[in-house]
């Protein structure tokens, strides 16, 4: 026979292993987006060096339910009389279908491919082999991560701290 307290504890300590994934889902996001917003806050001191385009392009993958867009490049430009090539587009790495951001960003770096025009980069200056094309943090995936954090950390840690709070007593 099961006594009130053992039944009041293994529910507790349910509640609290059913949280956990969410709340790890939740700080994942937040360390990604913590990450991101580090790189940009730190490139801000980057300096822009004109760079020519050698390659743009558009990765398209369809899923059965969606479909993802990825915007590549790769690029040369000089800096102190130096030659480097990069291929860094973003500080947000990876597809995804959130916003027009990486169409928007094929075009414009197909067109300065095109025209031969150059376009801007952005170079670290202690490490001039390290750059990128676009250093802002992109809202909408910001705004989406920030939700994750919420929404699942919210949840698991209210489940989480539900759950201590009921074996407490």
């Given at each position: 026979?099961?006594?009130?307290?053992?039944?009041?504890?293994?529910?507790?300590?349910?509640?609290?292993?059913?949280?956990?994934?969410?709340?790890?889902?939740?700080?994942?996001?937040?360390?990604?987006?913590?990450?991101?917003?580090?790189?940009?806050?730190?490139?801000?001191?980057?300096?822009?060096?004109?760079?020519?385009i050698?390659?743009?392009?558009?990765?398209?993958?369809?899923?059965?339910?969606?479909?993802?867009?990825?915007?590549?490049?790769?690029?040369?430009?000089?800096?102190?009389?130096?030659?480097?090539?990069?291929?860094?587009?973003?500080?947000?790495?990876g597809?995804?279908?959130?916003?027009?951001?990486?169409?928007?960003?094929?075009?414009?770096?197909?067109?300065?491919?095109?025209?031969?025009?150059?376009?801007?980069?952005?170079?670290?200056?202690a490490?001039?082999?390290?750059?990128?094309?676009?250093?802002?943090?992109?809202?909408?995936?910001?705004?989406?991560?920030?939700?994750?954090?919420?929404?699942?950390?919210?949840?698991?840690?209210?489940?989480?701290?539900?759950?201590?709070?009921?074996?407490?007593?």
């Open positions: 026979m099961r006594t009130r307290g053992t039944g009041r504890a293994a529910g507790s300590l349910f509640l609290i292993l059913f949280g956990l994934p969410f709340a790890a889902v939740g700080v994942t996001m937040g360390v990604v987006l913590a990450r991101s917003i580090a790189a940009t806050v730190r490139a801000q001191g980057w300096i822009e060096t004109p760079a020519a050698v390659r743009a392009d558009l990765e398209v993958n369809r899923g059965s339910d969606s479909t993802t867009y990825r915007a590549t490049a790769a690029y040369r430009y000089t800096f102190d009389g130096r030659s480097f090539e990069g291929d860094r587009v973003s500080f947000s790495s597809a995804d279908n959130v916003g027009s951001f990486h169409q928007r960003v094929h075009d414009e770096l197909a067109e300065a491919r095109d025209s031969g025009r150059p376009f801007r980069c952005y170079v670290n200056p490490n001039p082999a390290e750059s990128v094309l676009y250093r802002g943090v992109r809202v909408e995936m910001a705004l989406f991560f920030l939700l994750f954090v919420l929404v699942f950390g919210g949840a698991g840690l209210g489940m989480m701290i539900g759950g201590c709070v009921a074996g407490s007593r």
